[in-house]
Nanobody, 119 residues
Framework: QVQLVESGGGLVQPGGSLRLSCAAS????????MSWYRQVLGKEREVVAT????????NYADSVKGRFTISRDNAKKTVTLQMTSLKPGDTAMYYC????????????WGQGTQVTVSS
């Protein structure tokens, strides 16, 4: 059974940090580009960070550059999003997704983990 399970969300004060994890099972993680997305209720889902199959390439939304870091461990089948200097505007549901590296299409999605940045 294919699964992506996110964890690590929660409530944090502005300026704080969180580390999100995405655990993959039921498929070969190293075959897929992986991305973190976020969505605020009533708004479109937006891509936050992307990492290539080997982990050698990353890309970030302008809004999180310099604050978020995406990484992966294909052997442990995990993808991580380290978030620092969090702002209230980062409040959202965060999802990880496995992406076909040839078509760019989203193949698998997790159920999401909520991040709330508030004092």
């Amino acid at each position: 059974q294919v699964q992506l399970v996110e964890s690590g969300g929660g409530l944090v004060q502005p300026g704080g940090s969180l580390r999100l994890s995405c655990a993959a099972s039921g498929f070969t993680l190293s075959n897929y580009t992986m991305s973190w997305y976020r969505q605020v209720l009533g708004k479109e889902r937006e891509v936050v960070a992307t990492i290539t199959r080997s982990g050698g390439g990353t890309n970030y939304a302008d809004s999180v550059k310099g604050r978020f870091t995406i990484s992966r461990d294909n052997a442990k089948k995990t993808v991580t999003l380290q978030m620092t200097s969090l702002k209230p505007g980062d409040t959202a549901m965060y999802y990880c997704s496995a992406i076909n590296p040839f078509t760019g299409g989203n193949v698998y999605w997790g159920q999401g983990t909520q991040v709330t940045v508030s004092s």
